[in-house]
Antibody, heavy 118, light 108 residues
Framework: QVQLVESGGGVVQPGRSLRLSCVVS????????MYWVRQSPGKGLEWVAF????????YYVDSVKGRFTISRDNSKNTLYLQMDSLRAEDRAVYYC???????????WGRGTLVTVSS | QSALTQPRSLSGSPGQSVTISCSGN?????????VSWYQQHPDKAPKLIIY???KRPSGVPDRFSGSKSGNTASLTITGLQSEDEADYYC????????FGGGTTLTVL
């Protein structure tokens, strides 16, 4: 069955960096676009980034442009989110999700919590 | 881009029907055929329940249906059940992806 497992979250000081990973199984990773979506505590969902199946196209929400980088290693079935210059407002649970259909997030992982605090 | 507007909370009794609205504008919901809805139970990952405005993934009960009129999309749940108590989010693609603020549905 389709599984997505995020890791790499933790507590980090403002201005520092963190790299999240999402290991997938149960489907051909290299055939699907992938997303990162975050959810601040007690808040709604926010799309963060998208990467096409081959990594050739990447898109970001304005608030993370220039600070976050989405990437993938299709040989390792792994999606990444490199987060630099972290801010307090980046504190959230970060989910990875698979692109199903054109613009749909059809399977989600259980998320990893990122806390930015001094 | 601003979040889509959803009612913060709704409630209904078992067996009743409820409709959750998702309002945008003519740069997102109004021009998009790619509206989706997600159900999220506490401390769980979101689950896709409607995509492309009105399509249901396999395994999602036909009690869930989606529609759109103008700048507003809607999710209707008929025959409410206790397990429908959850948070619901709409999402629209129109160049980028934007989610609604979420609606907490309580089954009384």
């Amino acid at each position: 069955q389709v599984q997505l497992v995020e890791s790499g979250g933790g507590v980090v000081q403002p201005g520092r960096s963190l790299r999240l990973s999402c290991v997938v199984s149960g489907f051909t990773f290299g055939s699907y676009g992938m997303y990162w979506v975050r959810q601040s505590p007690g808040k709604g969902l926010e799309w963060v980034a998208f990467i096409s199946y081959d990594g050739s196209n990447k898109y970001y929400v304005d608030s993370v442009k220039g600070r976050f980088t989405i990437s993938r290693d299709n040989s390792k079935n792994t999606l990444y989110l490199q987060m630099d210059s972290l801010r307090a407002e980046d504190r959230a649970v970060y989910y990875c999700a698979r692109q199903g259909g054109w613009y749909v997030l059809d399977y989600w992982g259980r998320g990893t919590l990122v806390t930015v605090s001094s | 881009q601003s979040a889509l507007t959803q009612p913060r909370s709704l409630s209904g009794s078992p067996g009743q029907s409820v409709t959750i609205s998702c309002s945008g504008n003519n740069s997102d919901v109004g021009v998009s055929n790619y509206v989706s809805w997600y159900q999220q139970h506490p401390d769980k990952a979101p689950k896709l329940i409607i995509y492309d405005v009105d399509k249901r993934p396999s395994g999602v009960p036909d009690r869930f249906s989606g529609s759109k009129s103008g700048n507003t999309a809607s999710l209707t749940i008929t025959g409410l059940q206790s397990e429908d108590e959850a948070d619901y989010y709409c999402c629209s693609y129109a160049g980028t992806w934007v989610f609604g603020g979420g609606t907490t549905l309580t089954v009384l």
